[in-house]
């Protein structure tokens, strides 16, 4: 062994020394036996963090029943459609709804497939080992995805009832599947170069991708079968009645100063209850007279032989057209209010890729906290592995106590999380509730998730404040025109930092997008009414081994 080569490796003196300081201290030997025994998460929960976390949220929405993505990465896909079908039930008086997810996995792996053989293409003079084409080509079809590429399966393809394209083995546990569709995609790939190579022209290129299409496609019709052309819908609507079962018709007023009540909404003069003289409304007793069955006689909504896209522009009341995407980078290299463009980053090749402007952190917290407060839930993503009890449903620092475990602090914030790859978003899911303290703020978050019944209390998840801020990625928060252009407007002109052209290096897959921040049109001259918030998503920079900044999708 060389001199420098000593001096680099772990030297024997000093692993003695290091198990000297760990035996000689009591509260080492403890947290061993509880890690050891129990993993590292249990044995780090503190119970006194957990009781300081009740369950319950001053703001909070009333949202479907659970669901589940089992062993697949389509939590974005989950998250997003959860987010829908909020706005979907509540529009339409639905006790309970869920898309399909499965469909749209169906046409999100033929468009992803489509979008890395013309990535291919695009790519035909770079080496495979360049640091580009290796990062187009990790996961051609993977399964993970983000709020932007959602929007763009949906304005294409539409949307179903899950009634109409149930889940499949494949689309529950999809490693097999992706597995071989990627294989195959990779060998395309490689013939596609060879041809060009050989002299082949554009032309001659895209028709043997037109035909290696057709291959892809059978893949994922035998794996999870054609998606639906047309189907057909039917549901029946909440009984308002129900709310008011056990109900007695009470006066509108109890009395006047004369002693008088007001008459019922059927002309009957009712008078005030609890006397013994009350005469029952005549409203009631008609429904009495009724005979009653068990016949359901709520009102039903029947569609027969309607398109996804038919389906999703008559039923779904939001647009996905109207989401822009905002994030909260406090980077040197990501200055503030200006919008950035991350290449190859589509699923849908011709939506484009995605786009964000980086804003301050305040800017999303209130655009959450308004949305809430107005009644819709919030699409988001966040690094769900940090401080995080997959089982008991807590995402909290003052819970999970690994700082007390091994006995050293961890300290690292946003910041350093985005620059070294430590907190990157891996994991969607959607906001159904706030709790704000007595000075109005949020001090924790209540999560949909989509694990199923067993994770967390009825798969909600409990956020705390502070790994909101520190750990949280995407949000998909709705605001009116007027709010969207004066938060930013104002936000901008305060900064007085124009959208300028900048040139990165192309393996950044990173583009500065041309525009101007610093007017009513802060976004561009389209007014939306809707934005996306990314608070400090890796999709902003996360590197390999080789150095290599690109999008890391969610699983």
Known sequence: MTANASARAIKPELLRTYTEDFNKDRANLIAADAAVSAGVLKAATDYRGVRALPRDFSIELKQGSITNQERSGRCWMF?????????????????????????????????????YLENVLRTLDEPTDSRLFEAINWGPSDDGGWWQMFAALVNKYGLVPKSAYPESENSRNSDDFKQYLNSKLREFAAELRRRSAAGASEDELRALKDEYMGTVYRICAVALGEPPEKF?????????????????????????????????????????????????????????????????????????????????????????????????????????????????????????????????????????????????????????????????????????????????????????????????????????????GEDGKPNRWKVENSWGKDAGKDDIVLLDDSLFVALCGHIAATLVESQLHNELGTLAQSCNVPLRVQNFDVVALLDVVSGDLTGADCLNTHCLRTIGVQLCSDTLQVQDNFGNVFLDALN
């Open 79 to 115: 998250a997003s459609l959860n987010t829908l079908r909020y706005e979907l039930m509540h529009r339409w008086n639905l006790e309970d709804f869920e898309f399909s997810e499965t469909y749209l996995f169906f046409w999100d792996a033929m468009e992803k497939s489509n979008t």
């Open 232 to 436: 057909d819908f039917f549901a029946r609507t909440k009984d308002d009645d129900e709310d008011k079962k056990g109900e007695a018709c009470k006066c509108k007023a109890e009395a006047d100063a004369d002693g008088k009540a007001e008459s019922c909404k059927c002309g009957e003069s009712c008078k005030c209850e609890g006397k013994s003289d009350a005469k029952a409304c005549k409203c009631d007793k008609d429904k009495s007279d009724k005979p009653k069955t068990g016949k359901d006689e709520r009102p039903q909504i029947r569609e027969i032989g309607i398109t996804p896209l038919e389906f999703y522009k008559k039923y779904v009341p939001v647009d996905v057209n109207d989401f822009a995407t905002l994030a909260n980078a406090p980077l040197k290299n990501r200055p503030f209010n200006r919008r950035y463009r991350i290449r190859f980053s589509a699923n849908v090749v011709e939506a484009g890729d995605m786009e964000f402007v980086n804003v301050p952190l305040d800017v999303f917290k209130k655009a959450a906290l308004d949305q809430l407060t107005a009644g819709h839930p919030i699409w988001f993503a966040c690094d769900c592995t940090q401080f995080a009890l997959r089982k008991d449903g807590f995402f909290d620092q003052s819970v999970v106590r690994v700082d007390q475990l091994f006995g050293t602090e961890f300290t690292g914030d946003k910041a350093h999380g985005l620059e070294y790859g430590d907190s990157p978003s891996n994991h969607a899911m959607t906001f159904t509730g706030v709790n704000l």
